[in-house]
């Protein structure tokens, strides 16, 4: 089985990326970010103290998280249920950014991710699979943009969506979910010292699917 690690801050558009590559290749994408984000889901609908390591832990062992394919597309289960739909809004991946610095939410999705690895040709996405989780993953990349680039097309999103965003505040969001993941003490975000650096600020999506699939092309 083949991996492809990529990892980079929130925003660098690595999803985008990781699904066009898994397809050109014929590989799975799994979406960490989305494991992290239903645990969080969970923590704040059952209202969790994320500093009280006892509950913690005892929320964390009563969870069961799922990866799960269906019509191509990862669906996260949790406990059951499908908690997909729930996953990407910005308190919950504010509070993922939080909850994922804690070792029982770490340890909670170490192995799943390892066992989907070991199961299949993936291309994972994440903040540490080319450091931590797949270590050995025939290719690294490490995709980034300027934190104004990377506010500035999380604000378009939401403008098409219909909303009135404050661009000032997405990027103070970006940056402080960046500190966040960079700085903690388990599995921070950094490049591998084996990582292909791309950074797509001044890249559209197909060269940077480009540049990916010639990096894979090399290492395959
Ligand atoms: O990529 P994302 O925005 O969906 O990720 C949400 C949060 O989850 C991110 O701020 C940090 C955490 N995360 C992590 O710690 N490790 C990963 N492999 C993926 C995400």
Redesign the pocket.
């Given at each position: 089985m083949a991996s492809i690690a990529i990892d980079g801050p929130?925003g660098a558009g690595k999803s985008t990326i990781a699904k066009k590559v898994a397809k050109e290749l014929g590989f799975i994408y799994v979406d960490?970010?989305?494991l992290?984000?239903a645990i969080a889901y969970d923590l704040l609908k059952n209202d969790v103290d994320i500093d009280d390591e006892k509950a913690l832990s005892a929320a964390c062992d009563g969870m069961q998280v799922e990866i799960r394919y269906e019509d191509g597309l990862q669906q996260v289960y949790l406990n059951g249920e499908n908690v997909t739909p729930f996953l990407r809004t910005e308190e919950t991946?504010n509070m993922?950014?939080k909850s994922?610095a804690k070792a029982p939410v770490r340890a909670a999705l170490l192995e799943l991710q390892r066992d989907m690895a070991r199961r299949f040709d993936v291309v994972m996405d994440?903040?540490?699979?080319g450091t931590n989780v797949l270590p050995a993953a025939e290719v690294k990349i490490y995709l980034t943009a300027s934190s104004k680039e990377r506010a500035s097309r999380r604000y378009k999103e939401l403008v098409e969506k219909g909303e009135s965003p404050d661009f000032d505040q997405i990027e103070a969001d970006i940056i402080e979910?960046d500190q966040r993941?960079m700085n903690r003490e388990i599995a921070p975000l950094k490049q591998a010292e084996d990582a292909v650096l791309i950074d797509s600020s001044d890249m559209d999506i197909d060269e940077v699917t480009a540049a990916i699939l010639a990096a894979a092309k090399e290492r395959l």
């Open positions: 929130a960490t970010g989305a992290y984000r991946g993922a950014s994922s994440g903040r540490d699979i979910r993941d």
